[in-house]
């Protein structure tokens, strides 16, 4: 019997053509697979206490790609037209782009990359891994992690993107109605077939829509929607889950809640993320978005955070906000405030006794053409709901920006910022990223402290600053945050153009460092969102009082510690891989 299977065939290391495009001679091959079974439980079975690091490090990679190939011959058998191994190029093109990411700070190439069909899949890479000493797994997406957080340096990545991307509509007893997604899809691509197919769509989003379920649910989730319809993590009632023992699991709410709570904002930490069913509502058609201007941080933050603790029938959909300098500069000044229809900024309207560094109010109220969910009307009931919330703000009058656009169109306007930021050469450049939570007792220090003392002169990207409700989160997913009702996003996204037509990384990332050094000098109440530590006593501290339950739920769910290695939170232990290994080797007899 083989000891490791695959339901579906698998796509390694970004093979151009499967299985199925290829014939194979059947005989000779089957011979071949019984030859590579045995060899490889001699492999897993043999003791390697007398090697050296070095000589123990490349008999793990060894062992990786004989997994990996057995994995493979094992799919194909039962294929008649299966065929040969992918080529080197097509290999070390994969592995290359699993070494780096988004961030593009770290760099750490695996062993092999697994382009997996299906959960079972996920499952048996998990396990060819546990029968090794030191093999770690790493769940990648669309590779945009800001700091290594989903590689594998000498282990097995998993190409998410690779799950085929069917969807599902389901319909609940009650009527209610879910989408059932891939962990690798991407909300963009949730976003075009809900609405498209089924006039629906979820209620929580990420600015950016080029990321995968899976990422996000594994992180946080967060927009301007997060005030009033939660997280990202907060809107899902289901999800399938490949734990670090290569077991598969259906969990919710109901069914094996501590692992459904565990896995969200878990960091990758419990499980892979193969599945999530995602609450759906009616679609809105159109969008009032709006943009005002503030020279006052004082009157900014409480205009923000009055606006995210309206009642639901008094509250927009949608509030964020961001940092702009007082200048023209076309990146870091007032031309990034307009809405892009044409208006431009006339700097004569500030009050004399406005500083270098203004702020932007970002706000939006959906409408539902046929049938609006607060009861009214048309588009002159629309304008006057706007116009009643918005005459009781603080804003420098004269500096409003308004558009009526399309719900999808709303939804993708950050697609333009990446066409620009590929145009110049920024998207390829590093991102050193920040993006913290921090605490609506220390936010006007921090403004006064950072934003207008260390990042006076911008980031060369958004500086995005943002109040969220606290209640909106459920403490019993593994998230970290501030304490308090009311807590900030703070997020500075730079796009640098590479040195030396930028400033080196090493300084941006410097910078990021003395921020959050001042945080933790300065005694605010803050965390690190996508947080990236070293060290042990960093991480319980990021945790703080789920530090304990944290760990509990790792020696549960991921007890040799494989998944995720690149979060840097705890490291691979060969405890019980003997044991595991000799029962592998039980099982072929």
């Given at each position: 019997?083989?000891?490791?299977?695959?339901?579906?065939?698998?796509?390694?290391?970004?093979?151009?053509?499967?299985?199925?495009?290829?014939?194979?001679?059947?005989?000779?091959?089957?011979?071949?697979?019984?030859?590579?079974?045995?060899?490889?439980?001699?492999?897993?079975?043999?003791?390697?206490?007398?090697?050296?690091?070095?000589?123990?490090?490349?008999?793990?990679?060894?062992?990786?790609?004989?997994?990996?190939?057995?994995?493979?011959?094992?799919?194909?058998?039962?294929?008649?037209?299966?065929?040969?191994?992918?080529?080197?190029?097509?290999?070390?093109?994969?592995?290359?782009?699993?070494?780096?990411?988004?961030?593009?700070?770290?760099?750490?190439?695996?062993?092999?990359?697994?382009?997996?069909?299906?959960?079972?899949?996920?499952?048996?890479?998990?396990?060819?891994?546990?029968?090794?000493?030191?093999?770690?797994?790493?769940?990648?997406?669309?590779?945009?992690?800001?700091?290594?957080?989903?590689?594998?340096?000498?282990?097995?990545?998993?190409?998410?993107?690779?799950?085929?991307?069917?969807?599902?509509?389901?319909?609940?007893?009650?009527?209610?109605?879910?989408?059932?997604?891939?962990?690798?899809?991407?909300?963009?691509?949730?976003?075009?077939?809900?609405?498209?197919?089924?006039?629906?769509?979820?209620?929580?989003?990420?600015?950016?829509?080029?990321?995968?379920?899976?990422?996000?649910?594994?992180?946080?989730?967060?927009?301007?929607?997060?005030?009033?319809?939660?997280?990202?993590?907060?809107?899902?009632?289901?999800?399938?889950?490949?734990?670090?023992?290569?077991?598969?699991?259906?969990?919710?709410?109901?069914?094996?809640?501590?692992?459904?709570?565990?896995?969200?904002?878990?960091?990758?930490?419990?499980?892979?993320?193969?599945?999530?069913?995602?609450?759906?509502?009616?679609?809105?058609?159109?969008?009032?978005?709006?943009?005002?201007?503030?020279?006052?941080?004082?009157?900014?933050?409480?205009?923000?955070?009055?606006?995210?603790?309206?009642?639901?029938?008094?509250?927009?959909?949608?509030?964020?906000?961001?940092?702009?300098?007082?200048?023209?500069?076309?990146?870091?000044?007032?031309?990034?405030?307009?809405?892009?229809?044409?208006?431009?900024?006339?700097?004569?309207?500030?009050?004399?006794?406005?500083?270098?560094?203004?702020?932007?109010?970002?706000?939006?109220?959906?409408?539902?053409?046929?049938?609006?969910?607060?009861?009214g009307g048309g588009d002159d009931d629309m304008d006057k709901r706007v116009g009643e919330m918005m005459q009781q703000l603080k804003y420098v009058r004269g500096l409003e920006f308004a558009a009526g656009v399309g719900y999808v169109d709303f939804l993708s306007r950050v697609n333009r910022v990446e066409d620009e930021a590929r145009r110049n050469g920024s998207w390829a450049a590093p991102h050193p990223w920040l993006n913290l939570f921090i605490s609506s007792r220390d936010i006007a220090a921090f403004d006064r402290a950072v934003l207008n003392a260390m990042l006076a002169d911008g980031v060369d990207?958004?500086?995005?600053?943002?109040?969220?409700?606290?209640?909106?989160?459920?403490?019993?997913?593994?998230?970290?945050?501030?304490?308090?009702?009311?807590?900030?996003?703070?997020?500075?996204?730079?796009?640098?153009?590479?040195?030396?037509?930028?400033?080196?990384?090493?300084?941006?990332?410097?910078?990021?460092?003395?921020?959050?050094?001042?945080?933790?000098?300065?005694?605010?109440?803050?965390?690190?969102?996508?947080?990236?530590?070293?060290?042990?006593?960093?991480?319980?501290?990021?945790?703080?009082?789920?530090?304990?339950?944290?760990?509990?739920?790792?020696?549960?769910?991921?007890?040799?510690?494989?998944?995720?290695?690149?979060?840097?939170?705890?490291?691979?232990?060969?405890?019980?891989?003997?044991?595991?290994?000799?029962?592998?080797?039980?099982?072929?007899?």
């Amino acid at each position: 019997m083989a000891v490791l299977t695959s339901a579906c065939p698998l796509d390694i290391n970004s093979r151009t053509q499967n299985y199925h495009e290829r014939g194979r001679a059947q005989a000779s091959e089957q011979t071949s697979e019984r030859h590579s079974d045995i060899t490889l439980q001699r492999e897993l079975c043999s003791g390697s206490a007398q090697l050296s690091s070095g000589e123990r490090a490349r008999q793990e990679t060894r062992r990786a790609k004989m997994m990996l190939a057995y994995m493979d011959h094992a799919a194909a058998a039962a294929e008649p037209d299966a065929g040969a191994e992918p080529t080197v190029a097509a290999v070390d093109a994969a592995e290359c782009a699993a070494a780096r990411d988004f961030g593009g700070l770290v760099s750490g190439r695996p062993a092999a990359v697994v382009r997996p069909a299906s959960a079972d899949d996920v499952a048996s890479a998990i396990r060819a891994a546990a029968r090794t000493a030191h093999l770690t797994v790493a769940a990648r997406g669309n590779g945009h992690s800001v700091a290594g957080q989903a590689m594998a340096r000498g282990g097995l990545v998993l190409d998410m993107r690779a799950l085929p991307r069917r969807m599902q509509l389901v319909v609940g007893p009650s009527g209610e109605t879910f989408a059932d997604v891939p962990g690798g899809a991407l909300w963009e691509e949730v976003l075009h077939w809900a609405v498209s197919k089924h006039g629906l769509a979820p209620a929580s989003w990420t600015d950016y829509l080029r990321l995968t379920v899976g990422g996000t649910l594994s992180n946080g989730g967060v927009s301007g929607q997060s005030f009033r319809y939660g997280p990202q993590v907060s809107n899902v009632t289901q999800l399938e889950v490949v734990t670090g023992d290569g077991e598969c699991h259906v969990c919710s709410r109901s069914a094996d809640p501590d692992l459904f709570f565990a896995v969200l904002g878990g960091l990758g930490q419990f499980g892979v993320i193969t599945r999530a069913r995602i609450p759906l509502s009616p679609a809105p058609q159109t969008v009032r978005w709006t943009r005002v201007v503030y020279a006052s941080f004082a009157d900014y933050a409480a205009d923000a955070e009055w606006l995210v603790t309206r009642p639901p029938h008094e509250a927009f959909d949608y509030v964020e906000g961001f940092a702009f300098v007082r200048s023209d500069d076309p990146v870091n000044g007032w031309p990034s405030v307009p809405i892009p229809d044409g208006a431009l900024f006339d700097p004569s309207f500030l009050p004399a006794g406005a500083g270098h560094v203004l702020y932007c109010l970002e706000v939006a109220l959906y409408q539902h053409h046929h049938h609006d969910q607060r009861g009214g009307g048309g588009d002159d009931d629309m304008d006057k709901r706007v116009g009643e919330m918005m005459q009781q703000l603080k804003y420098v009058r004269g500096l409003e920006f308004a558009a009526g656009v399309g719900y999808v169109d709303f939804l993708s306007r950050v697609n333009r910022v990446e066409d620009e930021a590929r145009r110049n050469g920024s998207w390829a450049a590093p991102h050193p990223w920040l993006n913290l939570f921090i605490s609506s007792r220390d936010i006007a220090a921090f403004d006064r402290a950072v934003l207008n003392a260390m990042l006076a002169d911008g980031v060369d990207g958004p500086m995005l600053i943002y109040p969220m409700l606290n209640s909106k989160w459920d403490p019993a997913t593994s998230v970290a945050l501030p304490e308090g009702e009311i807590f900030y996003l703070v997020a500075l996204l730079r796009f640098c153009r590479p040195y030396p037509g930028g400033p080196p990384v090493d300084e941006l990332v410097a910078q990021n460092n003395a921020i959050i050094d001042a945080c933790r000098s300065n005694g605010y109440d803050y965390k690190i969102y996508f947080p990236s530590y070293q060290s042990e006593s960093d991480w319980a501290c990021h945790f703080g009082a789920k530090w304990s339950r944290f760990v509990e739920r790792k020696a549960r769910y991921d007890p040799l510690a494989i998944l995720a290695p690149g979060q840097n939170i705890f490291t691979r232990s060969p405890s019980s891989v003997a044991a595991a290994a000799a029962a592998a080797a039980a099982v072929i007899v």
